[in-house]
């Protein structure tokens, strides 16, 4: 630690620790027993509605937070390839996604109490205006708080908007000077070393403000990374608990 990052016990006491769940892969069930928010994909960029009920169904079992995980209808792409879209278009694109979740979530008696776009949606949102306005209006319009990385237009446009903004960070991400994160397809781009993923958390931790920690569940060792995550946040003394139960 330098001289000018704030000592650990200048860091947040409690944390959040999210996932993106629902997407069909084998981690789900594991990762909602170690995560406080799960972001359940709405069947447009991956998922069917059977997995994506199975999903809200463990999530109540778990007492796990649900948000909407909206992205682009790319299902070949996986949600991660970047589209134009107005404003105008994100926002319908989210609120009937939403909408589609909600639905299911009311069959498996839970609550969708948050939004966090999914993949190109979410990346674009972050440096493109019509994009982050799209978002900030779709999440003012059906109520609900957004994720989104500190700095960034989202984060304006929610503050314009009136939503509140969930700041978020991404322990085995490498991110550019900028503030952003690395393309997927650069080399680097997803830190695999344990070591490197902690010094990447201490430094999330260290600049202050983000109140949430995520988890990509389609990533092979999802489930190492949160037991590891975990791990190094009980060593700051930081407990994991979600963003809405502060």
């Known amino acids: 630690m330098n001289d000018s990052e704030p000592a650990p016990s200048q860091w947040r006491r409690a944390i959040d620790l999210n996932a993106d769940l629902g997407e069909g892969f084998a981690n789900d069930d ?24 199975r999903t809200l169904e463990a ?22 390839r970047e589209q134009p879209a107005t404003a105008e278009t994100v926002e319908r694109l989210i609120r009937e996604q939403t909408e589609f979740l909600t639905q299911l979530a009311e069959r498996a008696g839970v609550a969708v109490v948050y939004l966090k776009p999914h993949g190109a949606l979410y990346n674009q949102g972050q440096r493109v205006s ?7 209006r779709a999440a003012r319009s059906l109520g609900l708080p957004v994720l989104g990385q500190p700095g960034t237009l989202l984060a304006q446009e929610a503050a314009e908007h009136g939503v509140r903004f969930v700041a978020e960070g991404f322990p085995n991400r490498r991110y550019l000077p900028d503030g952003s994160l690395a393309p997927r397809g650069e080399p680097g781009a997803i830190i695999q070393d344990r070591e490197a993923v902690s010094v990447n958390l201490r430094r999330l931790l260290a600049e202050g403000g983000v109140e949430s920690l995520c988890i990509h569940g389609d990533e092979p060792d999802a489930v190492a990374q949160a037991d590891r995550i975990r791990e190094l946040l009980g060593a700051a003394g930081i407990a ?7």
């Open 59 to 80: 999530a109540k079992r778990c007492g796990v937070s649900v948000g909407a995980h909206p992205g682009y209808p790319d299902r070949l792409g996986f949600g991660r």
């Open 240 to 246: 994991v608990r979600s963003f809405l139960g502060e």
């Open 130 to 136: 019509t994009i982050a306005r799209g978002i900030a």
């Open 30 to 53: 594991a990762l909602l027993l170690r995560v406080t928010s799960a972001n359940v994909c709405c069947g447009f960029h991956a998922g069917d509605s059977e997995a994506i009920l």
